[in-house]
């Protein structure tokens, strides 16, 4: 008798949504994630208000947001939305990006911020790589902001205490919201918090950060998460 092999079912695509009022650049972008084979493009939306419907009724694991739109402040429509679907991912794009910009991005709750003149491939790594609770930022972004990773982690800059016990949360393995709820801080004041430490250690990402860190001498071996 011949056996039926169970294959396991293949991984459902990312579902996104694009927000940028340049419909031009939004559609060439949709079509980049449609050729992904692991990413679904499901809807474009060229301002704050089509987003935060396209949002409720798509119900996408991802958005790409314009940092600035016609009708307001994409930073601002992503923290209304990571409020509203805790679970959703979403990723800034900006024509200029700044230490400000770094900061309220990463306080909203977005988990990547991105050049929109950078390479595609590294939107495209933001997309599968990015995780709620996490902010991601290129090196080269830090470096063009003038932190040098390389320099940081040999002469790393002192930590306020609570930047410090940040720091040590993450070494732990925590997310942002847990470090809050350890803290007793709003999520989004831990974010920045979380941001800070980010740049001041030069890392694109909490577990850089641990490990420029661990090199660094700021924690220890035993603090990090197994």
Known sequence: ???????????????????DD??????LL????ADQPDMECVGIAGDVAVAL??????QPDLVLMD???????????????????PRLRVAVLSGYIDTTLMRRAAEAGACAL?????????ILHAVRTARCGSFVVQPRLLRNLGVDPAAL???PPSLSAIEHEVLQF???????SVIAQELGIPVGRCRGHVQDVLTKLGAPSPLEAVVVALRSGLVGVSDVAS
């Open 1 to 19: 008798m011949a056996q039926t092999v169970s294959r396991p079912a293949p991984a459902r695509p990312t579902r996104i949504v694009v927000v």
């Open 22 to 27: 340049h419909l031009m650049f939004a559609q």
């Open 30 to 33: 949709a079509i980049t994630l």
């Open 53 to 58: 419907e396209m949002v409720a009724s798509l």
């Open 67 to 85: 940092a600035r739109l016609r009708d307001g402040d994409g930073v601002a429509a992503t923290a209304e939305l990571v409020a509203s679907h």
């Open 114 to 122: 991105h050049p929109k003149d950078g390479d595609v491939e590294e």
């Open 153 to 155: 982690a040999a002469h």
């Open 170 to 176: 993450l070494a732990a393995g925590l997310d942002a």
